[in-house]
């Protein structure tokens, strides 16, 4: 960059990245209360959800899904069951009315 670069950057009141001035931005006493307050009650709901030492509600919730997917996968296998002895009587019913007197 020559001599006559630098001149006409100042002179249109460009500046480089090295001329920056700091951002300074002053915040509000009761702002800055209430985002603290709500980062508190935040903080609060998140120990409550997952546990502050003690098993939380997010972990009893999961225990109480894995015990009603196995009951549902146990009473689904009954159901099964129980349909194909239907299915197998109502089947051999057709099958053999003649034989047992049924018209």
């Known amino acids: 960059m020559n001599d006559w670069d630098k ?3 100042r002179d249109f009141g460009c500046r480089t990245t090295f001329e920056r001035e700091p951002l300074v931005v002053t915040v509000d ?31 009893l919730a999961e225990e109480r899904i894995g015990a009603l997917e196995k009951s ?24 053999l009315h003649d034989h047992l007197g049924l018209k």
């Open 29 to 59: 006493d009761d702002f800055q209360r209430e985002v603290l307050q709500k980062l508190g009650a935040m903080e609060a709901k998140i120990d409550m959800l997952v546990g502050n030492g003690q098993p939380g509600r997010v972990r």
């Open 72 to 95: 549902d996968i146990r009473r689904s296998v009954y159901d099964r069951l129980v349909n194909a002895v239907i299915t197998v009587v109502i089947s051999a019913a057709i099958a």
């Open 7 to 9: 001149d006409s950057h």
